[in-house]
T-cell receptor, first 109, second 116 residues
Framework: QKEVEQNSGPLSVPEGAIASLNCTYSDRGSQSFFWYRQYSGKSPELIMFIYSNGDKEDGRFTAQLNKASQYVSLLIRDSQPSDSATYLC?????????WGAGTKLIIKP | EAGVAQSPRYKIIEKRQSVAFWCNPISGHATLYWYQQILGQGPKLLIQFQNNGVVDDSQLPKDRFSAERLKGVDSTLKIQPAKLEDSAVYLC??????????????FGPGTRLTVL
């Protein structure tokens, strides 16, 4: 049974601070990792993906991957109230995604 | 580039009635996914099509759910008869790559189903 685990939250972060979202996965052979953002009542939208160990930066977002620890994280710098959403971690398996339940992030003004 | 289209956006039915959802993927995307998302949970894959063939329907409740993707483009998902526990958001997603590789999935707006 392939699993993706996320803390459900809510994670409350002050505006302007760094938000850190974490995800662990069970399949050691996984090669691709995705972070999606889902606003309440909306569908998931891709933030970024990462395939290689290390960090990948895109604007205020940084994805970090550690395959040895089976751990992937998403950092959001200079958090804004508009970042308040549920963040879904998804891990690739063949041509499917195995989804976590998401972490609810609340940015406090 | 137009995104994934879904209709209807909302549907309210009574239990034991039937309902159908429609999805039009991004042009050229070979793979189409139907997901069920219950509040507070991640998306659950119901069925995956590659062109007009079924790749995976292992989590589709086949006694009541059916889906088809005629001509490898549009797809419909049907529930008959509906149960209270089918109340959820039904998401359609598509991806470009086919066969063996994990590619980015793009989602439609979803259909929120309420079964009374």
């Amino acid at each position: 049974q392939k699993e993706v685990e996320q803390n459900s939250g809510p994670l409350s972060v002050p505006e302007g601070a760094i938000a850190s979202l974490n995800c662990t996965y069970s399949d050691r052979g996984s090669q691709s990792f995705f972070w999606y953002r889902q606003y309440s009542g909306k569908s998931p939208e891709l933030i970024m993906f990462i395939y290689s160990n290390g960090d990948k930066e895109d604007g205020r977002f940084t994805a970090q991957l550690n395959k040895a620890s089976q751990y992937v994280s998403l950092l959001i710098r200079d958090s804004q109230p508009s970042d308040s959403a549920t963040y879904l971690c998804a891990v690739g398996w063949r041509d499917q995604l195995i989804w976590g339940a998401g972490t609810k992030l609340i940015i406090k003004p | 580039e137009a995104g994934v289209a879904q209709s209807p956006r909302y549907k309210i039915i009574e239990k034991r009635q039937s309902v159908a959802f429609w999805c039009n993927p991004i042009s050229g995307h070979a793979t189409l996914y139907w997901y069920q998302q219950i509040l507070g949970q991640g998306p659950k894959l119901l069925i995956q099509f590659q062109n007009n063939g079924v790749v995976d329907d292992s989590q589709l409740p086949k006694d009541r759910f059916s889906a088809e993707r005629l001509k490898g483009v549009d797809s419909t998902l049907k529930i008959q008869p509906a149960k209270l526990e089918d109340s959820a958001v039904y998401l359609c997603a598509s991806s470009l790559v086919q066969g063996g590789d994990t590619d980015t999935q793009y989602f439609g707006p979803g259909t929120r189903l309420t079964v009374l």
